[in-house]
C-alpha cells in the first residue's frame, strides 16, 4: 500500500478541480481528460489498499486509519478510516466517477464553460468519497456539506430545463434540512460522549442516557433518509436526478444517496445498534412503501430519466430493506446492493443519455424499435435492467435474494413476502420500459433521426459498466469477500 | 463417466453462448458448427453418466465458487433428465441449422438456444436449491428473450414482455419458497436439507410452512405452465422460432418437483401433516390443468398452441402422480409413474413439435386448416406415433403411464377407504374419473390434429419438397428414438425402475411379467380404453366422415359458438392480463396525479403560505414603525416648541430688572428670529429632506432586499420552523420525559 492512499484518494481529486478552475484559460477542451486522470488515480488508491484492509480485518477487525492532527482543543483530528465497510463503496464511487467523467468528455463537449463543470464534478466527487472514508462524524458533516454545494451547481448551470434554478434550489433546501437535522443528532452526540471518533464512539455509546439515544436515531435518521430519498421525502429526487445533465445524474442516482444509506448502515447499524433492531419494523415497513411506492411512480413515467429516477427511490428501498432487517444476511445484502445498483443505475443512467443524445427526445412514448438501430446500447441497457430485476447470472441477483433472506431471518415474515411482491412492480415497469424502447418496429422518430450506436467514447463507459454487472454477477465472491465481513463487522457490533 | 461431466454438461453449452457473441456475423456457418459442437459434447458428456448410475454409484460433487458451493448431484433422476434435455436439445439444435438457415441474426438464435439449454441442463443436474434457481431464471430469460426474437413484430414484442412478466410471478414465488427453506435450514444444498429434516419443523413452528410450500407450488405451475398460469405458453411457442419449440422448458417444473418431493415427503412421514395440502393441491391443480388445457386444445388453430395445451395438459397427468404418490401409504409406485410419463413425454413431444415444425415449415404456415393436404413420409409417420403414444393407443407409452398414473389414484381411494378417509377416498375417485374423461378429451384433439393433418387436400396444390436434409436426418433420428422408446415399453418399465432403485430403495415392477400384471388386467384399463375409444368415435366422425356437421350445429345453437369462442380465446386469459396491466399502469398513472404531485403542491403551498406571512408581518412592521416615528419626531417637536415658550419668552420676561430686561428682549427677539430662521431653514428643509430621502432609500434598498430574498427567506424559515418543530417535539416525547 502507497503512504497516505486514503487521504490521497480523497483530496487529489478536490486539488485538481480547484487547478482546472485557476487554469480554466488554459486547459478548455483538455479538462474531461485532466478530470478522468484524476479520478483515475483515486481508483487506483482505492484498489491498492484492498489487500491490507483484508489482511487487517482477518487479523484483528481492525481497520486502516490515517489521522493528522487537526483541532487539539476539541480533541478532532483530521484522517480516514477504510476497513471492509467502505472499501467497496470507495472503490465504486471512484469508479463510477471516472466513467461518468470519461463519459461526459464527448457528452458535454459544447457546452459552456467546462473546465469549472468538470472542477464541480471533482468536487462533488471528493465530497462523496470524503464521506465515505471520514473517521469522524464533524468531518463526515463537512464532506457532507460539501458534496451538496457542488452538486446544487451542477444543476443549477448545466440543467436541462428552463425550471432548473427553481429545481436546484428545492434539491438545496430539501437536502440541507436533512443534514441539518444530522448536525444536530453530532452534535448531541458530541455533547454526551465528547468525541466525533467513529472508531471509539461504538464504546461510548453507553453514556448517552437511553431517551436521548432514540432522539439521536430519530435526527440522525432523519438526515440520512432525506438523503436517501425515502419515501415521505423523497419528492425532491425525480425532480434533481431528472434536471441535472446525464452524467450528473448517473453520479447523483447511482452514489450521491449511497452516502444516506452508507450513513444509516455506519452510524445507525455499527454505533445504534440495538436501537436499530428495535427499529427494523418500522424501517422495514418504510422501505417496502418506498419499493412500492417508487416502482408504482415508475410505471407511470413517460420520461426516460423520471422513469429510472423513481426507479433508484424503490431500489433505494430494497437497500434500506436490507439494512433495516439488521440481520447479518440482510445486511451483506443491503451493502452489496448498494455496490450493485450504482453500477446498474449508472449505466442505466449513461445509456439514457445516449439515447437522449441520439433520438432528441426523453419522451419514451416516441421510442421504439431500438434494438436494431444501437444494438450495443440497447445491449447495455437490457443488462443493466435485468440486473435490477435481479435475473442471475447478473450481479443484481445475489443482494436481491440476500435481502429478502434477511427479511425471513430477521422474522419479519409479512413484510418480507409483501416485500417479495413489490418487487413485481420493478419487473413490470423495467420490462415494459425495454420492451417499449427497444422492440418493436422503429417509431417515425427514430427512423427520422437515424439513429446509431455513438461512438467509441461514448460506448466504452457503458461496456465496461455491463461487463461489470456481469462480472460481479458471475464472481459475487469478488465483493462479497468484503461486504459479508463488513456486515459481520457491523451487526457483531450492534448486536 | 467422462472427468467433470456433470459440470461440463452445463459449462459447455453456457460458453458455447459467450464464444457464439464473439463469432463475426458473416460467417453463419461457423456459430452452426459451435452450437452443434457445444451441444453434441454436453450430450456426451451427459450421457456418459449413465453408466455410473446404473452401477449404483451415486454421490454429489462440490465445488467452492467466489464464496458459494456449487453442487451437482448425480442420481437417477438428474442423470436420466439431463441425458434427455442434453439428446432432445441436440436434435433440435440439428434441426435448427436447416430451419433457421436463412435467418440473418443466427447469431442471436445461437446464443439464446446454448444459454437455454446451459441454463436447463443447471436445473437437471443441480444439486443446490439456489443454483436450480439460477438456471431456472437463466430458461427463463431466455424463453423470454425467444418469445420476442423476430422483436420488429409489435405482436411478438408484446408476447415477450408477456411471458417474461408471468414467468417472474413464479419466480419470485419459487425465490421466497427457496429463501424460507434456506433461513430455517442454513443452506440451499439438497443432500444436506434431505439428510436433516429438522428444517420442516422449524418452518412448520413458524407457521411459514403451508405459505412457502404453496408459494414453491406456484413457482412450479408457472414455470409447467400450469393453471390458473398456463397462458404464456400457447403464445410463446406460437411467437418464438418453431424449431426450438421441442425443448419443453415446462418440463423443469415436474422436475423440481420430483427432484423435491422425497424430502417433503419424508417430513410428511415424519409428522408434518400440513403437507398433505401442497400435495392435494398439487393433485387436484394438475387434474384441473390436464382437463381445461385438453378442451381448449380441441379449439386451437395453430399447431403450436394446440402443442401447449397439450403440453400442459401432460404435465398435469404429472402433478397428478406426484401429488397422489405423496398421499398413498407408499410413494414409490406413484413416483415412479410420474417420473417415467416425464422422461417418455420429452421425447414424445419433442417429436410431435418436431414434426409440426417440419410441416410448418413446408407450408409456410403454423394454422392446421394449411397444413394439410403436405405428402411428407417423414412428418406424417412422426406425427402418427406422437399422437397415438400421447392419447395412449395400446402397445405405445401413453397407454402405460396413464394407466399407470390411474390405478395409482385407485389405489389411493382404495387404501384412504379401507382406513375410514371417505373424503380422501372420494376425491380419489374423482380424480380417477376426470382423468379418464380428459383421456377421451385428448383422444378427440389428439385424433383431430391428425386428421387435419393427415388429410388429402384438394384446394392445395402439391408443393415441392426442398427441406434441408439436416432437418430431415434429425427429424428421423427423433423419429426412431422415440418408436424405440415406445415399442418397448414394457421392457423399458422395468429397466426405468431398476435404474432409480437407489433413489427410491424399493423395488417396484422390476419385470415384464410385473408390470403385465400391474396394468393390463385393471378395470382402469378397460375405462380409459372406452373413454378413448369414444373420443376417437367423436372425432372420426367430426374431421373425417363429417357425419356430424359440428359448423352447422354451432349456427345453430349459441351456446356451442359461445363455447367454441371461449375455448379458441382460451379463456380470454390473455385479455385479462393485459387489461389487468393496463389497470395497474392506470392506478399508478392516477396515485401520480394525486399523491405525488399533490405532495408537491401541499409542500409548495407551505412554501408560499410562509412567504406571504412573512411579507404580512414585515408590512406592518414597517408602517407601525413609520407612524411611531412620525409620531415620536411630533412629539420632540411640541416639547422644543413648549419649553421654548415657557422659559425662554415667559420666564425671562418675568424678571423684574430694568433697562437689562429690555436689552435682553431686544436680544432675545433677535435670537427668536435668528432661531426661527434657523428653524425654518434647517428643520423643516433639510432635515425633513433628509429624512426623506433616507426614507425612500431605506424602502428602495429594502425592495430589492425583498425581491432577492422573498424565496429563500421564506423557504429557510419554513425549513427552520419545521426543523425546530420536530426538535421540540422530539424534545417533548423523550428528552422531557427522560429529565425528570
Known amino acids: 500500500m502507497l503512504p497516505y492512499s486514503a487521504l490521497l484518494a480523497v483530496v487529489i481529486p478536490g486539488f485538481v478541480g480547484l487547478g482546472l478552475l485557476a487554469f480554466r484559460r488554459n486547459v478548455t477542451d483538455r479538462a474531461g481528460w485532466i478530470a478522468t486522470a484524476a479520478t483515475l488515480i483515486s481508483v487506483f488508491l482505492m484498489l491498492n489498499m484492498a489487500t491490507d484492509v483484508l489482511d487487517n480485518y482477518n487479523q484483528d477487525q481492525s481497520p486502516l486509519l490515517f489521522e493528522y492532527s487537526w483541532i487539539k482543543p476539541i480533541n478532532v483530528s483530521f484522517g480516514f478510516i477504510v476497513d471492509v465497510v467502505n472499501l467497496p463503496l470507495g472503490l465504486i464511487v471512484a469508479l463510477v466517477s471516472t466513467l461518468t467523467c470519461f463519459y461526459s468528455i464527448q457528452y458535454m463537449a459544447g457546452e459552456k464553460d467546462l473546465p469549472a463543470y468538470y472542477a464541480s464534478l471533482l468536487l462533488f466527487m471528493m465530497g462523496m468519497m470524503g464521506v465515505m472514508l471520514s473517521n469522524n462524524l464533524i468531518q463526515f458533516y463537512l464532506f457532507w456539506e460539501l458534496m451538496l454545494i457542488p452538486s446544487y451547481l451542477l444543476i443549477a448551470l448545466w440543467g436541462t430545463s428552463e425550471n432548473r434554478l427553481r429545481i436546484g434550489f428545492k434539491y438545496f433546501i430539501f437536502t440541507h434540512v436533512g443534514a441539518l437535522s444530522m448536525l444536530l443528532g453530532i452534535l448531541a452526540i458530541y455533547s454526551y460522549t465528547g468525541t466525533f471518533d467513529l472508531v471509539s464512539l461504538p464504546q461510548l455509546i453507553h453514556l448517552i442516557p437511553p431517551e436521548m439515544v432514540n432522539v439521536i436515531f430519530v435526527l440522525l435518521g432523519f438526515g440520512f433518509f432525506v438523503k436517501m430519498a425515502v419515501f415521505p421525502v423523497h419528492t425532491w429526487l425525480p425532480d434533481a436526478h431528472s434536471e441535472a445533465p446525464t452524467p450528473i445524474s448517473a453520479m447523483l442516482s447511482g452514489l450521491m444517496v449511497k452516502s444516506g444509506a452508507y450513513g444509516i448502515a455506519r452510524v445507525l447499524l455499527g454505533i445504534f445498534g440495538s436501537t436499530m433492531t428495535f427499529a427494523a419494523d418500522f424501517l422495514t415497513i418504510l422501505a417496502v412503501i418506498t419499493i412500492a411506492y417508487g416502482g408504482l411512480m415508475a410505471l407511470a413515467q413517460t420520461d426516460i430519466k423520471r422513469l429510472l429516477a423513481y426507479s433508484s427511490i424503490s431500489q433505494l428501498g430494497y437497500i434500506l430493506f436490507g439494512l433495516g432487517t439488521a440481520s447479518s444476511l440482510g445486511v451483506t445484502g443491503g451493502l452489496l446492493h448498494m455496490v450493485n445498483h450504482a453500477v446498474s443505475k449508472s449505466l442505466l443512467f449513461l445509456c439514457a443519455g445516449i439515447l437522449i443524445h441520439e433520438t432528441k427526445t426523453r419522451d419514451i412514448s416516441q421510442l421504439g424499435g431500438l434494438m436494431s438501430r444501437m444494438p450495443v446500447t440497447s445491449a447495455a441497457c437490457v443488462i443493466g435492467a435485468f440486473s435490477l430485476i435481479g435475473i442471475p447470472p447478473l450481479n443484481g441477483f445475489w443482494s436481491e435474494w440476500m435481502i429478502f433472506g434477511g427479511g425471513l431471518s430477521a422474522d419479519k415474515i409479512v413484510i418480507t413476502f409483501i416485500g417479495v411482491a413489490s418487487t413485481l412492480v420493478t419487473a413490470g415497469y423495467y420490462l415494459w420500459f425495454v420492451w417499449r424502447v427497444f422492440f418493436g418496429t422503429p417509431s417515425p422518430l427514430v427512423e427520422a433521426n437515424n439513429v446509431d450506436d455513438p461512438s467509441v467514447l461514448q460506448l466504452t463507459p457503458i461496456v465496461i459498466l455491463a461487463t461489470l454487472c456481469l462480472v460481479w454477477g458471475l464472481f459475487p465472491g469478488s465483493m462479497l469477500i468484503f461486504i459479508r465481513s463488513a456486515a459481520e463487522l457491523l451487526t457483531g457490533i450492534g448486536g | ?740
Open chain 2, 1 to 740: 463417466m467422462l472427468p467433470f461431466a456433470p459440470w461440463l454438461a452445463w459449462m459447455i453449452p453456457c460458453l458455447g453462448a459467450v464464444v457464439t457473441l464473439a463469432l463475426p456475423k458473416t460467417k453463419a456457418q461457423w456459430s452452426h458448427i459451435l452450437a452443434l459442437t457445444s451441444l453434441g459434447v454436453s450430450a456426451v458428456f451427459s450421457l456418459s453418466m449413465l453408466p455410473d448410475v446404473a452401477t449404483g454409484k451415486l454421490f454429489e460433487w462440490r465445488w467452492q465458487w467466489s464464496l458459494f458451493d456449487m453442487a451437482v448431484l448425480i442420481d437417477p433422476l438428474n442423470v436420466i433428465m439431463a441425458s434427455v434435455v442434453s439428446v432432445i436439445g441436440f436434435l433440435v439444435a440439428a434441426f435448427s441449422v436447416g430451419y433457421m438457415r436463412h435467418e440473418p441474426e443466427i447469431t442471436r438464435f445461437w446464443f439464446l438456444i446454448q444459454l437455454f439449454l446451459g441454463g436447463y441442463m443447471i436445473i437437471v443436474v443441480s444439486g443446490d436449491l439456489l443454483q436450480t434457481f439460477i438456471g431456472w431464471e437463466l430458461v427463463g430469460a431466455t424463453c423470454m428473450a425467444l418469445a420476442s426474437f423476430w422483436y420488429r413484430d409489435q405482436e411478438n414484442a408484446r408476447i415477450g414482455l408477456k411471458t417474461g412478466l408471468l414467468l417472474r410471478v413464479g419466480d419470485f414465488a419459487l425465490l421466497t419458497a427457496i429463501l424460507s427453506i434456506y433461513v430455517s435450514a442454513g443452506t440451499f444444498n439438497l443432500t444436506e436439507l434431505q439428510a436433516n429434516p429438522e428444517w420442516l419443523f422449524t418452518l412448520s413452528q413458524s407457521g411459514m410452512l403451508v405459505p412457502a410450500m404453496l408459494l414453491f407450488l406456484v413457482g412450479i405451475l408457472v414455470k409447467a405452465a400450469q393453471f390458473p398460469f398456463q397462458d404464456w405458453l400457447p403464445d410463446m411457442l406460437a411467437a418464438s422460432p418453431s424449431c426450438f419449440n421441442a425443448l419443453t422448458e415446462c418440463l423443469a417444473g415436474p422436475f423440481l418437483f420430483a427432484r423435491v418431493l422425497p424430502l417433503l415427503h419424508e417430513g410428511y412421514l415424519l409428522g408434518v401433516g400440513e403437507l398433505s395440502i401442497l400435495f392435494l393441491a398439487t393433485a387436484w391443480l394438475g387434474i384441473l390443468t390436464a382437463l381445461l388445457s385438453a378442451l381448449l386444445a380441441t379449439a386451437q388453430r395453430n399447431i403450436n398452441r394446440l402443442l401447449a395445451c397439450s403440453v400442459s395438459s401432460v404435465i398435469g397427468y404429472m402433478l397428478v402422480a406426484f401429488g397422489v404418490a405423496a398421499l398413498s401409504p407408499d410413494i414409490v409406485p406413484g413416483y415412479l409413474a410420474g417420473t417415467f410419463l416425464l422422461t417418455v413425454d420429452a421425447f414424445i413431444t419433442g417429436l410431435l413439435f418436431l414434426s409440426a415444425a417440419f410441416l410448418a415449415y413446408v407450408a409456410r404456415s403454423e394454422n392446421l386448416d394449411q397444413m394439410g393436404g403436405i405428402h411428407s413420409r417423414l412428418a406424417h409417420r412422426g406425427i402418427e406415433v406422437g399422437v397415438f403414444a400421447m392419447i395412449g393407443i395400446p402397445p405405445l407409452s401413453g397407454f402405460w403411464s396413464s394407466n399407470w398414473i390411474q390405478t395409482v389414484t385407485l389405489s389411493l381411494a382404495e387404501s384412504a377407504a379401507r382406513v375410514g378417509q371417505t373424503l380422501m377416498a372420494a376425491s380419489s375417485y374423482l380424480l380417477f374419473g376426470l382423468i379418464l374423461l380428459t383421456g377421451g378429451i385428448t383422444a378427440f384433439y389428439g385424433l383431430r390434429m391428425l386428421w387435419l393433418l393427415l388429410r388429402r387436400s384438394s384446394t392445395r396444390t402439391h408443393r415441392h419438397l426442398s427441406v434441408p436434409s439436416l432437418m430431415q436426418r434429425s427429424l428421423l433420428s427423433m423419429l426412431i428414438i422415440t418408436m424405440g422408446i415406445d415399442f418397448l415399453i414394457p421392457v423399458l418399465i422395468p429397466a426405468f425402475n431398476t435404474f432409480f432403485l437407489p433413489l427410491v430403495m424399493k423395488p417396484f415392477l422390476v419385470d415384464v411379467f410385473e408390470v403385465s400384471i400391474y396394468i393390463l388386467p385393471t378395470m382402469s384399463t378397460i375405462l380409459s380404453l372406452l373413454f378413448c375409444g369414444v373420443g376417437a368415435y367423436l372425432a372420426y366422425h367430426v374431421y373425417v366422415t363429417q357425419r356430424f356437421p359440428v359448423d352447422r350445429w354451432m349456427q345453430q345453437y349459441a351456446v356451442l359458438q359461445v363455447t367454441h369462442r371461449v375455448l379458441f380465446n382460451r379463456f380470454y386469459f390473455d385479455t385479462f392480463s393485459q387489461k389487468l396491466a393496463e389497470r395497474v399502469i392506470a392506478a399508478s398513472t392516477l396515485l401520480m396525479k394525486f399523491v405525488e404531485k399533490g405532495m408537491d403542491m401541499g409542500l409548495n403551498t407551505v412554501a408560499s403560505t410562509i412567504t406571504t406571512a412573512a411579507q404580512l408581518i414585515f408590512h406592518g412592521f414597517e408602517r407601525q414603525f413609520d407612524i411611531i416615528a412620525a409620531a415620536f419626531a411630533a412629539r420632540v417637536v411640541t416639547a422644543v416648541h413648549a419649553s421654548y415658550h415657557l422659559i425662554e419668552l415667559e420666564g425671562l420676561s418675568q424678571r423684574p430688572i430694568k433697562g437689562f430686561n429690555e436689552l435682553f428682549n431686544s436680544l432675545t427677539r433677535i435670537l427668536l428670529s435668528i432661531a426661527q430662521q434657523l428653524y425654518r431653514l434647517f428643520e423643516e428643509d433639510i432635515a425633513q429632506q433628509l429624512q426623506r430621502g433616507f426614507l425612500t432609500s431605506f424602502h428602495r434598498f429594502e425592495n430589492q432586499l425583498r425581491r432577492l430574498h422573498t424565496g429563500l427567506v421564506s423557504y429557510n424559515l419554513l425549513m427552520v420552523a419545521l426543523g425546530l418543530g420536530l426538535l421540540l417535539g422530539l424534545l417533548l416525547l423523550f428528552g422531557l420525559g427522560g429529565g425528570g
